[in-house]
């Protein structure tokens, strides 16, 4: 795996907006008209919920996934929560798995019980920690004995609070079947929390726990639907980390700038309307104007989708880059310029690191 590896979330359901979203293909297989053969991204992550529900056989060649192409398959546990029979023992994280290595895919997490949630009770909290270190115990003894197509197999960690993280990431390091661990995103109380200094600081010093006990195994971080959190990702030195906002921004028309920033180019009043499109990637010359993109419909859905991957593709980029060629640091101090936000978290990350 590349250093700091972004995963683009996919539902993989029949429908055509679905079918317009395919961004590991070539561009022109998806859209004909347009004349461009790039392709977005060859990382792809998928709810093994979500996937099994649609496609019980053959996901890569239903979805014309590439064999070369990086599928991540979480187990849907965060998914699965909601349904009213939901039940997560050792036999349904047993099928889970099973579904994950038919279906080729490169990582597996295993099932998991979600449990930083405000409306349940303590006791409750306990009980489902408990639950998902047997489920992780079991599922990664039983695992090696099937690990034929090379799967890597994630634990998720979690916790309440940075005590409760750190006990769990100390059980789990132990468990010598895993190959990596992944580490879901603080439940916020609303979408605008997850950009505020506190919740950023918040999620700075659970990440430091966890990569302080698991030194040498990768972490993925679940659900990042924001871009100062992408920054303090890189400098915290995790792996890899996924996100669905490119899609859920769509839905509103919402169309990010070069530098993640988010403007609208839909009917509705807002104060960063946007007339003009600012971006040439392949998508937006094909749209040409905004206009096209702005009308109801999954096509321009698509297309705005395309395009916010895009962005989002192109700062992981420069990141990995700043890895490569050590100038990680000067890039961490110009993204505080545009997102102050992250700031007081950077200054609590050098403090760990004695800068």
């Known amino acids: 795996m590349e250093k700091f590896d972004f995963f683009p979330g996919y539902t993989p359901t029949t429908s055509e907006r679905s079918r317009l979203i395919r961004f590991w293909k070539p561009l022109n297989k998806i859209f004909p008209d347009i004349n461009s053969k790039k392709v977005i991204s060859n990382e792809i992550i998928i709810s093994s919920y979500y996937a099994s529900k649609y496609h019980q056989h053959e996901l890569r060649k239903n979805l014309e996934i590439f064999e070369n192409a990086n599928l991540f398959l979480d187990s849907g546990g965060f998914q699965l929560i909601n349904e009213e029979k939901f039940n997560p023992n050792i036999e349904t994280a047993e099928n889970i798995l099973d579904y994950q290595i038919k279906m080729n895919c490169n990582i597996g997490a295993i099932l998991d019980y979600p449990v930083d949630i405000e409306t349940i009770t303590l006791p409750e909290k306990i009980r489902r920690m408990k639950i998902n270190l047997e489920l992780i115990k079991a599922i990664a003894k039983r695992y090696p004995e099937e690990r034929k197509n090379k799967m890597l197999l994630y634990g998720v960690i979690h916790g309440w609070d940075i005590s409760s993280i750190k006990n769990f990431t100390v059980k789990l390091k132990t468990i010598s079947q895993l190959d990596g661990f992944a580490y879901g995103t603080p439940k916020p109380k609303s979408f605008s929390e997850m950009s505020t ?38 400098y915290l030195g995790i792996e890899s980390f996924d996100s669905y906002s490119f899609l859920h921004a769509a839905k509103y028309r919402e169309y990010f700038l070069p530098w993640g920033m988010r403007s609208t180019i839909s009917r509705g009043q807002n104060k960063k309307k946007l007339n003009y499109l600012s971006c040439s990637c392949p998508i937006c010359e094909y749209a040409e104007n905004v206009d096209k993109m702005k009308k109801d419909g999954m096509k321009e859905g698509a297309l705005v989708a395309l395009h916010n991957l895009i962005v989002q593709k192109n700062i992981v980029n420069i990141i990995k880059s700043a890895f490569e060629e050590n100038w990680i640091n000067e890039l961490i101090k110009d993204a505080m310029k545009i997102y102050p936000e992250i700031t007081e978290a950077i200054l609590w990350i050098n403090k760990r690191k004695g800068i």
């Open 197 to 234: 200094k506190k919740y950023l600081l918040k999620l700075s010093q659970n990440i430091w726990q966890i990569k302080s006990e698991i030194t040498n195994k990768p972490l993925h971080v679940f659900g990042i639907s924001n871009f100062p959190a992408v920054f303090i990702l890189a």
